[in-house]
């Protein structure tokens, strides 16, 4: 079946610093997502992407779909500690199913 | 408030007991899916539904059923339990449309 690579598996950083996390694929996808999980809690969608190249902001977080639909990218920049948990990234290739990667652990030392 | 809503958060049981877990949105998605949460092993689709009595195998649908008799809820049913469905569980609702899913709070599932 279709795989997510998602790369780092888990990062350690100080406050302030600016995180990068990404995942690739051998499949083309036509929908790129990308989910924040608390401990406890369900997966919070942050940004979703829909066209190969779109670069999409919310907050300080970044994240683009890549030009050859395999790949997307997270950036959060100046991380602060809530920023703590695990993101996921989710693509689509059709309407109604996702793939999703096994998650970044982001810890950010105050 | 747009939510998805699971009952129980918590459940502990022995093999082999029927056991239900409950899932409602009230966004009047189309879609619904059942996911489990595996360490290591990310979230796997177990069952999806795309409208009213309209079901659907996802990836890891063996020992499970699923039901969509409203368009609010969506049912997990696990009928014989054993101790390999111990993990987390997620229901999750979508308009098809964006493929945007939006998840509830999980089910912590032990079976003995």
């Known amino acids: 079946g279709q795989q997510l690579n998602q790369s780092p598996q888990s990062m350690f950083i100080q406050e302030g610093e600016d995180v990068s996390m990404n995942c690739t694929s051998s499949?083309?996808?036509?929908?790129w997502l990308w989910y924040k999980q608390d401990p406890g809690e369900g997966p919070v969608l942050l940004i979703a992407?829909?066209?190969?190249?779109e670069l999409t902001s919310n907050g300080r977080l970044t994240a683009q779909f890549g030009i050859t639909r395999k790949d997307s990218f997270l950036n959060i920049s100046a991380s602060i500690p809530s920023d703590v948990g695990i993101y996921f990234c989710?693509?689509?290739?059709?309407?109604?199913?996702?793939?999703f990667g096994k998650g970044t652990k982001l810890s950010v030392i105050p | 408030e747009a939510q998805v809503t699971q009952n129980p958060r918590y459940l502990i049981t022995v093999t082999g007991k029927k056991l239900t877990v409950t899932c409602s949105q009230n966004m009047n998605h189309e879609y619904m899916s059942w996911y489990r949460q595996d360490p290591g092993l990310g979230l796997r689709q177990i069952y999806y539904?795309?409208?009213?009595?309209?079901?659907d195998k996802g990836d890891v649908p063996e020992g499970y059923k699923v039901s969509r008799k409203e368009k609010r809820n969506f049912p997990l049913i696990l009928e014989s339990p054993s101790p390999n469905q111990t993990s987390l569980y997620f229901c999750?609702?979508?308009?098809?449309?964006?493929?945007?899913?939006?998840f509830g709070p999980g089910t912590r599932l032990t079976v003995l």
């Open positions: 989710a693509a689509g290739a059709g309407s109604y199913q996702l793939t």
């Open positions: 539904s795309m409208n009213v009595e309209v079901t």
């Open positions: 992407l829909y066209k190969a190249g």
């Open positions: 999750a609702s979508y308009t098809g449309r964006y493929n945007e899913q939006f």
């Open positions: 499949s083309i996808f036509n929908t």
